[in-house]
């Protein structure tokens, strides 16, 4: 067994602005882990080396291993540089990089986790796989679902879910939550 941590990263955009919108549902799941081990050692801090919050939670507590949970404070297009940043401090391999990400791809409340693939056109993901040099990452996928009609993909991630989706969210961040603890 590695002593290295597993790194845990909920992507979205910075700012109140875009707290309640679909490409922030990475973090929403990041806080939900966080929860789940409350109280945690230490509240989120920023880690200066990287732009990103993060919390470090020693083995047993929600692994095996230690876990560091994180969220870039960089806005998505740019979370590779702030991911690998943390993976380097930490010794992480890339194969114990988890990222937690939106996904146009499946449906709404989907959860699908996979080793590696294809970024699927989204522009956070494009960034981590440059700035890790590999594919072979960890990637939870939440399905927010294709935009209605014509909608512009990226105004459609950009706006916040509606009355309905808020209302299951919490399921679906739970569920994810599980997803992530299962392969601890």
Not at 86 to 115: Q, S
Request: net charge positive; with cysteine.
């Amino acid at each position: 067994m590695t002593d290295s941590p597993i790194l845990i990263v909920g992507l979205g955009n910075p700012g109140p602005k875009y707290a309640d919108t679909r490409h922030n549902i990475g973090v929403r799941v990041l806080e939900e882990l966080a929860d789940r081990v409350r109280p945690m050692p230490a509240s989120l801090t920023v880690h200066k080396r990287s732009n990103t919050e993060i919390a470090e939670l020693p083995a047993g507590r929600l692994g095996a291993r230690k876990v560091v949970l994180a969220r870039t404070r960089s806005f998505m297009n740019l979370s590779g540089g702030p991911v690998k940043a943390l993976a380097t401090y930490f010794a992480v391999a890339p194969a114990d990089v988890i990222v937690i990400h939106d996904e146009l791809e499946l449906d709404f409340g989907v959860v699908r986790l996979r080793t590696g693939g294809g970024d699927h056109g989204h522009n956070g993901l494009k960034s981590v796989t440059k700035s890790l040099g590999t594919k072979d990452y960890q990637r939870l996928a939440i399905g927010i679902g294709r935009p209605p009609g014509r909608m512009d993909p990226a105004g459609f991630v950009l706006k916040p879910f509606t009355r309905t989706e808020q209302s299951e969210l919490p399921f679906i961040c739970s569920d994810a939550a599980d997803e992530i603890e299962r392969g601890l």
